[in-house]
């Protein structure tokens, strides 16, 4: 499986013919981002929640490309309301199948609101209060990859981790608006998964963080970091992972 990093929370992952794009964040719109929403061809589509900085290209990729697209249910309707035709609309705790990939829902401690004004994308006032936000556990290329979303640290983390048995967890760590890459070591000793990959980062001031510290503080607790950085992409199949252009 290859995985391409976007920066921020904008992860793409490949195997096969299937091609998932998760929380479509890119260029001009991403500042750390190399690609635009015109450079990615994904199959599927899966969102953690609505916040502008995870779904800001969703409509236009969507509508391009014909991806099937994964949100949660309120979500999921507020994005057909926006033209967006393939539309899968689990609530927590549910799992869509594909061919080769399934997309399960499982819960994230965060707000969660559809874009407003261009001034405050974030304002439920001018935007859309929906329901919960989500992390994603998702299985393909016979991997298991937990998608912590944006989120706090949690105790039920290590539930889900003993439920699903996490290969390779990515977990926000830029703080301010999720947990802080010291939450994000504990949290992945909660979790159980051998390699880490940290997200949510580095994007704007209000979230820069040490990654190299993050990668040191990780090794020191017998996980291994995978660290990519934007635009560039790693190699993932059996116990390690290998980074590459």
């Known amino acids: 499986m290859e995985i391409r990093y976007h920066g921020h929370s904008c992860v793409e992952f490949h195997d096969g013919e299937t091609r998932l794009l998760v929380d479509p964040f890119l260029a001009p719109n991403n500042p750390c981002a190399k690609a ?6 994904p199959t599927h589509i899966a969102l953690t929640h609505g916040h502008a900085d995870h779904l800001a290209d969703v409509v236009e990729v ?3 490309t014909g991806a099937q697209v994964v949100a949660i249910v309120e979500l999921a309707n507020w ?27 499982v819960p994230a401690w965060h707000t969660n609101t ?18 919960s936000a989500a992390g994603l556990i998702i299985r393909m290329g016979g991997i298991t990859i937990y998608d ?22 990515l977990l ?18 909660l979790i159980g998964a051998k390699r880490v990959m940290p997200i949510h980062y580095n994007t704007f001031p209000a979230i820069e963080t040490d990654i190299e510290a993050f ?11 995978v ?13 390690s992972a290998t980074t590459d252009r």
């Not at 926006?82 to 997309?103: A, C, H, K, M």
């Not at 944006?150 to 390779?168: A, K, Q, S, W």
């Not at 926000?172 to 608006?177: D, E, L, N, R, S």
């Not at 660290?227 to 116990?239: D, F, K, M, R």
Request: with cysteine.
């Open 172 to 189: 926000p760590v830029g703080g301010h608006y999720t947990m802080d890459r010291e939450d994000a070591v504990y949290a992945a000793g």
């Open 215 to 225: 990668g040191e503080e990780l090794v020191s607790e017998g996980f291994e970091p």
């Open 79 to 105: 994005l057909e309301e926006q033209g967006v035709e393939n539309v899968s609309d689990p609530n927590l705790g549910g799992t869509v199948r594909f061919d080769s990939l399934s997309i399960k829902l």
């Open 62 to 64: 969507a509508g391009r």
């Open 36 to 41: 635009t929403a015109t450079d990615v061809e």
């Open 227 to 239: 660290i990519i950085e934007p635009g560039e992409a790693a190699s993932l199949q059996g116990p």
């Open 148 to 169: 912590a979303g944006d989120t706090c640290l949690f105790g039920d983390m290590e539930l889900i981790g003993r439920r699903h048995g996490v290969d390779l967890a």
């Open 114 to 131: 559809a874009p407003g004004s261009g001034g405050r994308p974030f304002s439920a006032g001018s935007g859309t209060a929906l329901g």
